[in-house]
Each structure stands twice: as C-alpha cells, then as structure tokens.
C-alpha cells in the first residue's frame, strides 16, 4: 500500500478496466480479478461499464472498506454542475456510497481548451464538496502536465492526491514525475 497526500492508503497494483466491453465481460473480469487477489478497481465514465463493474464488485461478497474504487470525470462534466452531476452519475451507476478515488481524466479536452483553467477549477471545487459530503475519499488528476496541476493549485483548497498518467519504462515523463514528487502528488501509471 502507498499512503496518498491525504493518509487514505491505496493498493501498489490495481485493476483496470479500460477496454473492458460493458456487460458479462466487465462484471466477470471484476469478479475474476478479486477472487485473484486485487482490492483496486480502476474504472471511468467513459469507459461505459460502470454498472457492470460495480455489479462485479456486489457478486464478490467482499466488505466494501476491503476495496479501494476509482473512477473520473469525463470531458463533458467540466464544470461545477456537470461535474456534481457526473459524481452522482458514477456512484449510482457503480451502486456505491462512495469512491476511494476520483479524477479529472483530461486536462484540457478540445470542447474547452481556451477555458481549461476555470473549468477544471469549477469542476475541482464540486469534487471538493463531495469528499465533505462524503462521496469521495480521495481526489485527484489523470494526464496532467505541471501547467494543468499550477492552474488548479490557484483555487484548490484539496491539493490532488494522485496524478494517474502513461508512464512506463520507455516513457519515464521526467518532467511530470519530478514535478508531481516535489508537490507530494503520487504518481499512478
């Protein structure tokens, strides 16, 4: 386990479930996946199996605080309606109380590229309330640059807890990975 900014602790390996087609194979890939061992599942909205992967989470039978649970914000929630409105969205779908992490999945997505700043900063602060309301325990950023983490660290009150970016051995981003350890943001690949 790693210990996020927040001291919610997050299991070493996780998984994912992007490409996963919605139905039987995502709720029996979860299921699979958990009787192998893993208490992390990576999902989002985007990803369109949602309710299958939190019907699989259900048949597991396990104790929800076994498990640690993230999903993200698609790029037509930025804002801070849309964004409370795909929070809900996520935990209906996954028939949760809450998720252990949830994320901004893209930074800067084409429909606000000029106003990516106060988007993601409006979309940041319903994120906020959320984990005071308790919906989310944790919160953080997917595919961020240093810039994008700069821009939002202007308005935050919550500083991310977790940047989930393409990294691996023959794509080490120095830069990201530098900058995301200097501001105690773990790096999740």
Not at 145 to 160: D, E, M, N, R, S
């Amino acid at each position: 386990m790693y210990e996020l900014n927040n001291g919610i602790k997050i299991p070493k390996v996780g998984f994912g479930t992007w490409q996963t087609p919605d139905g039987d194979v995502a709720e029996e890939s979860v299921v699979a996946a958990l009787e192998a061992g893993y208490r992390h599942i990576d999902t989002a909205a985007i990803y369109g199996n949602e309710e299958s992967v939190g019907r699989g989470i259900k048949r597991s039978g396990l104790n929800r605080d076994e498990l640690f649970i993230t999903t993200k914000l698609w790029n037509d929630k930025h804002s801070y309606e849309g964004a409370k409105q795909g929070i809900d969205e996520s935990l209906k779908k996954l028939d949760l109380d809450y998720v252990d992490l949830y994320l901004i999945h893209w930074p800067n997505p084409a429909g606000i590229r000029g106003e990516f700043e106060t988007a993601n900063s409006e979309a940041w602060r319903a994120m906020e309330e959320a984990v005071n309301e308790g919906k989310i325990k944790a919160i953080g950023v997917s595919n961020f640059h240093p810039h994008h983490i700069v821009a939002l660290l202007k308005t935050a009150k919550i500083k991310p807890a977790v940047n989930q970016i393409f990294l691996n051995p023959g794509d080490a981003q120095p830069e990201i990975v530098s900058y995301c350890q200097e501001k105690n943001i773990l790096l999740e690949a």
